[in-house]
């Protein structure tokens, strides 16, 4: 039994391999994005209740996913943690934040920044999953995790738009750009006390043709830019068919 069970969490699973933009890369891109597309148009004509429900499951579903893994990971490393999964990296540390945004009025004002970057970060993390590819099995627990918690993440931020649950306001985008500057300096802080590790990818590792004293820049520019497309395309073509956009209760 408990050897079956192991094998469940084999990273060689099947003898298969995930490259970028490989068959398994692809396909689990397009059922996040097409489930997404999917799930909006299925709640379109749902309740407001039932929408308010079901966006607030995503976030929750996340996060448990989240602090499950530390519990799994000792399973297929040996006994040992994935340090580098803590919540120094955008995308799991947004998701503490959009929880406690969503269901706590005190962290309310943090709705719009966390929705958004929900959006961002996940989005930027499936075009290019790193930490998932080559050398480990598609199917194998790793990678089914990595993006299913991604996927969550990505579907709360979106759903959260198209449910009419927080409205965008371009006045405010302020507060994603101090959010993004949070999130470098609290990985600075992570990446200086754990040397191996390169969260919010500050020092390069994963752009190594990047020169290392300009990387923070660039990375808090790449994602701000991403910001402003989200913006872009909610106020082109969101406000086109809902033009009287109001912000529902979120208990």
Same mark, same amino acid.
């Not at 039994?1 to 891109?29: P, Q, T, V």
């Not at 706590?104 to 930490?131: D, E, H, R, T």
């Given at each position: 039994?408990?050897?079956?069970?192991?094998?469940?969490?084999?990273?060689?699973?099947?003898?298969?391999?995930?490259?970028?933009?490989?068959?398994?890369?692809?396909? @689990?891109?397009?059922?996040?994005?097409?489930?997404?597309?999917?799930?909006?148009?299925?709640?379109?004509?749902?309740?407001?209740?039932?929408?308010?429900?079901?966006?607030?499951?995503?976030?929750?579903?996340?996060?448990?996913?989240?602090?499950?893994?530390?519990?799994?990971?000792?399973?297929?490393?040996?006994?040992?943690?994935?340090?580098?999964?803590?919540?120094?990296?955008?995308?799991? %540390?947004? +998701?503490?934040?959009?929880?406690?945004?969503?269901?706590?009025?005190?962290?309310?004002?943090?709705?719009?920044?966390?929705?958004?970057?929900?959006?961002?970060?996940?989005?930027? @993390?499936?075009?290019?999953?790193?930490?998932?590819?080559?050398?480990?099995?598609?199917?194998?627990?790793?990678?089914?995790?990595?993006?299913? @918690?991604?996927?969550?993440?990505?579907?709360?931020?979106?759903? +959260?738009?198209?449910?009419?649950?927080?409205?965008?306001?371009?006045?405010?985008?302020?507060?994603?750009?101090?959010?993004?500057?949070?999130?470098?300096?609290?990985? +600075?802080?992570?990446?200086?006390?754990?040397?191996?590790?390169?969260?919010?990818?500050?020092?390069?590792?994963? %752009?190594?043709?990047?020169?290392? +004293?300009?990387?923070?820049?660039?990375?808090?520019?790449?994602?701000?830019?991403?910001?402003?497309?989200?913006?872009?395309?909610?106020?082109?073509?969101?406000?086109?068919?809902?033009?009287?956009?109001?912000?529902?209760?979120?208990?």
């Amino acid at each position: 039994m408990r050897e079956w069970f192991l094998s469940l969490f084999d990273k060689n699973l099947g003898g298969l391999e995930i490259n970028l933009f490989d068959f398994w890369h692809i396909g @689990y891109l397009l059922l996040a994005i097409g489930g997404i597309i999917l799930t909006a148009f299925l709640l379109r004509k749902k309740s407001e209740k039932t929408q308010r429900k079901f966006v607030n499951a995503l976030i929750i579903i996340a996060v448990i996913s989240y602090v499950l893994d530390f519990f799994v990971q000792p399973l297929y490393r040996g006994g040992e943690m994935d340090v580098d999964k803590l919540p120094f990296h955008i995308c799991t %540390f947004i +998701s503490i934040v959009a929880i406690f945004a969503r269901f706590n009025k005190k962290f309310a004002w943090l709705n719009q920044p966390a929705v958004v970057l929900c959006i961002v970060a996940p989005l930027m @993390y499936l075009c290019y999953p790193g930490s998932a590819l080559g050398g480990v099995s598609p199917i194998g627990y790793k990678v089914v995790q990595t993006f299913f @918690y991604h996927s969550m993440v990505l579907a709360y931020g979106v759903l +959260s738009l198209t449910t009419k649950s927080v409205k965008l306001s371009i006045k405010g985008i302020w507060k994603e750009f101090f959010m993004i500057l949070f999130i470098a300096l609290w990985a +600075s802080i992570g990446n200086a006390i754990y040397a191996d590790y390169d969260w919010f990818f500050l020092k390069g590792s994963a %752009f190594p043709f990047i020169p290392v +004293s300009i990387m923070p820049l660039v990375v808090i520019v790449a994602v701000f830019l991403m910001v402003l497309i989200i913006y872009g395309i909610y106020t082109l073509v969101y406000r086109h068919y809902y033009p009287k956009v109001k912000p529902v209760r979120y208990y």
